[in-house]
């Protein structure tokens, strides 16, 4: 990415990814990430080929993937892929935090997220 001019690697690209030693992380995260650096390769982890799913069918394929739990395929799909109306309600700790800070009951996250439609993200 560009700023003021400057060009910077937010992160390495996927074939890098595949091409590295050693990556300074477990095994098995390792593996798990090779994983995600080919399924960019193989036009699976694409932005154009999630947002065709729509953000439900996004959120179960990216789930599917080793290593994409409901944390970070909500992320994958709302930051990397820019899905305006993606909604990864079933990440419990976080919904946990937000009603507990905003004292609200158990499902009032939903609602209000349904409240913002198209631009829950």
Known sequence: MTVDGQ???AFP?????????????????????RGLARAV????????????????GALAELRAMPG???FSA???LIRGAGAPDA???DEPRLFGILREAYGL???????????WRPYRS
């Open 7 to 9: 060009e910077f690697a």
């Open 13 to 33: 690209p996927p074939v890098s990814l595949l091409e590295a030693g050693g990556l300074g992380l477990p095994a098995q995260k390792q593996e798990w990430l």
């Open 41 to 56: 390769l193989d036009g699976v982890l694409t932005t154009e080929h999630l947002r065709s799913l729509g953000p439900e």
């Open 68 to 70: 994409a739990g409901p």
């Open 74 to 76: 909500g992320l994958i």
């Open 87 to 89: 909604f990864p309600g």
């Open 105 to 115: 009951p158990e499902d009032a996250y939903r609602r209000l997220a349904d409240a």
